[in-house]
C-alpha cells in the first residue's frame, strides 16, 4: 500500500491553532491519547494492524518543508515562535503503543506530551480508515460509489449558506477527500445560496487556495481545566477560554460549547467572552435546542444574535444542514462542518472510531457531552466525580459573572 499520509500538513486545521496555544502556555503538559472503535461489528485483521503500524512508521519519517511553513505562516493568527517549533518538530513512533489486543483486534495508545500527542490523532484515524478500507472491501468500487454519490451532492441544489469540509480523520481514502474538497471549490457555483468555505484539511486548503478551517476541539477544554489538579473540573470552560484569549485576543474565535455540557459553558461564556469570540460550535445534543439556547442568551445578555455565528458540525449531511439554515438564517449566522457525509459517502457503512484524551498529567479527564454515550474516559469514578462537579455548580442559585 503506498504511504498514506504524507505531508505533516495533513492535518485539521484546529491541530495548529490549538498547538500554538499548547506550545506557549502548556508545553510540560503529558497526555494519554486511546483509540476506539465503536462499530460491533467490526474486526481488524492481523495483516491490517501490521499495514497500520508501517503506515505510522511512515508518518513519523516525515518533516515539514520550508514551503509548508511559509504557508502556516501566512496565516494571520500563526506566530514566527510557533513555526520555528514545528520545523524542528517531528512525530515519535516510541509515543505509539499498537497491538491487537481488542475487541475489535486493534488497539493504539500514544503517551507523551500533549504538544506531541495531539498531533497524532488525525493522521492515525486516518491512516486506520484507509487501510482498513482498501484491505475489508473492494476498493475501486467503494470509489465508484462514493463518485456518483459526491456527483449527486454537487448537483443537488440545497440551500445551506456557508459550509465547509471537516472529514480528514473520517475519510474513505486520501484520493477521496482530495476529490470531494477539489468538486466542491470548483463547482460551488451550482449550489443556490450556499458558499463552500474552505476545509479543516491545510495539506488541501494550501493545495486549493481556500480556508484552513478550525478552532479549538474538546481536547482543549478537557486538557486545560481537567489536567491541573488544583483546578475544580466545573470551571474547565473559564480556564479554557481564558486562555485561548490571552493566545489569540478576538482572533480565531469559535467556541466549543459542549464538553462538559452546554448548560456548564453558559455559566462562563458570560458578556466578556461572549463578545469576544465570534460564534460558537454545536458538536452534541439537540440541534435546534442548542441554537435557541444560544439566542436566547446572546439577547439576555444584551449582544444582538445577528452579529454572531453557530457552527455546526454533529453528524450533518446537506438535508439536514439546510433545514437548520433555513429555521435559523433569520436570527443569526450560521455554518456548517460536514464531516462524513462528504468524505466517506459510499454503498458500505462508515466506521465510527475515534481517539480521544483519556489522561492529562497523571489525571484521569473525560468529556460530559450532551448526547449520553459521546463521552470516553477509562474511570467510572472520575466521570461520576465529574458529573457531580458540574450539578453542584449548576444547583448554585447566585449567577456567576466571568
Sequence with gaps: MNQIITSLLLQDAYKFSMGQAIYHQFSDYKTTWTFKCRNTDVKFTEEMVEEIKRQIQLFCGLRFTEEELEYLHRIKWIKGSYVDFLRLWQPR????????????GLSIE?????????????????????VYFRMAYDYDV???????????KVNSGYELGPFSEFGLRRRLSAQAQELAVKSLSEQSGKFKNSVFVGTSNAYLAKKYGITPVGTMAHEWIMCTGQGNFKHNPAYSNWYALDAWVKEYGVLNGT??????TTD???????????????????????????GEKMITHYEELGIDPKTKTLLFSDSLDFERAQALNLYFKERIHVAFGIGTYISNDTDVPALNIVMKVTNCNGSDVAKISDTPGKGMCKNEEYVDYLNRCIRWRLERRTKENS
Aim: proline fraction near 3%; aromatic fraction near 16%.
Design 255 to 260: 467556541a466549543l460549547t459542549d464538553t462538559i
Design 93 to 104: 513512533y516510541e509515543d505509539f503503543f499498537i497491538t491487537d489486543e481488542a475487541e475489535c
Design 264 to 290: 456548564c459553558f453558559l455559566r462562563d461564556f458570560q458578556l466578556t467572552y461572549a463578545t469576544l469570540f465570534s460564534g460558537v460550535r454545536h458538536d452534541s445534543g439537540d440541534p435546534y435546542e442548542w
Design 142 to 152: 467503494l470509489l465508484k460509489s462514493f463518485k456518483e454519490k459526491l456527483e449527486e
Design 110 to 130: 500514544t503517551k507523551g506530551t500533549w504538544l506531541n500527542t495531539s498531533m497524532y490523532e488525525i493522521p492515525t484515524l486516518a491512516i486506520v480508515n484507509e
